[in-house]
Every structure is written in structure tokens, then in C-alpha cells.
Nanobody, 125 residues
Framework: QVQMAESGGGLVQVGGSLRLSCAAS????????MGWYRQAPGKQRELVAT???????NYADSVKGRFTISRDNAKNSVYLQMKSLKPEDTAVYYC???????????????????WGQGTLVTVSL
């Protein structure tokens, strides 16, 4: 069973920095993309950043130039370095890992997404 452990959230002042970490364990399949989403109060969950197994990255426009996503394949971990934080960055941040799973003999592989439990980031004035 895949387990995801997130850490690094907390309270920070405007302009400050935080680094989120997410480690996956119990991995029995190939990990493809990893990434971060966030959900602010009263809003839908939105993409923050993703990183492929080859290291290609994608960012939401709102965080480009401020956030950096990285991964350590040996540790099955993904990280999010956040700088120049703004009040609108306040949200619960969720990491995910996408696994290639073969559901059965002769069946095509499929991508299964696993989510972390979320970590709260609060940016205060």
C-alpha cells in the first residue's frame, strides 16, 4: 500500500520562504510524474507544479519564478521550494505521485494517482 508523508508547512510572513517535502513509501510500481496541488478555503484544488520522471517541470503561472519543484528518485520524494510568498499562496498543499500499474495479465498499464494528506501553508501580512 502506497503511503505519502508530507512535511514542511507552517506559518510564514509575506516575502518569506518554505520548503515542502513529500516522501512516498510502499512503492511497487514505476513512478511517473510527481507534483503539488493546493486548495485554498472555498476554492477548488489547483495545480501548483509537476515534474516528470525525466525532470521536465510545469508550473502554474501564479507561482512561476517563485516556486521550484524537484525530486529525488532514489528516495521517492518530491520537494517544493517556495520563495517570495504572498497571502494568496495560503492553502493546503497536496503532493501526488503517479504510478504505472498493470492491473492484470494481458491488460494495458494504467496511471494511478496517489495523494498526500496535505500540509497547511499560511502566509501572513
Amino acid at each position: 500500500q502506497v503511503q505519502m508523508a508530507e512535511s514542511g508547512g507552517g506559518l510564514v510572513q509575506v516575502g518569506g520562504s518554505l520548503r515542502l517535502s513529500c516522501a512516498a513509501s510502499g512503492i511497487m510500481f514505476v513512478i511517473n510524474a510527481m507534483g503539488w496541488y493546493r486548495q485554498a478555503p472555498g476554492k477548488q484544488r489547483e495545480l501548483v507544479a509537476t515534474i516528470t520522471s525525466g525532470g521536465s517541470t510545469n508550473y502554474a503561472d501564479s507561482v512561476k519564478g517563485r516556486f521550484t519543484i524537484s525530486r529525488d528518485n532514489a528516495k521517492n520524494s518530491v520537494y517544493l521550494q517556495m520563495k517570495s510568498l504572498k497571502p494568496e499562496d495560503t492553502a493546503v498543499y497536496y503532493c501526488h505521485v503517479d504510478l504505472t500499474v498493470v492491473p492484470g495479465i494481458g491488460l494495458p498499464p494504467e496511471i494511478v494517482r496517489n495523494w498526500g494528506q496535505g500540509t497547511l501553508v499560511t502566509v501572513s501580512l
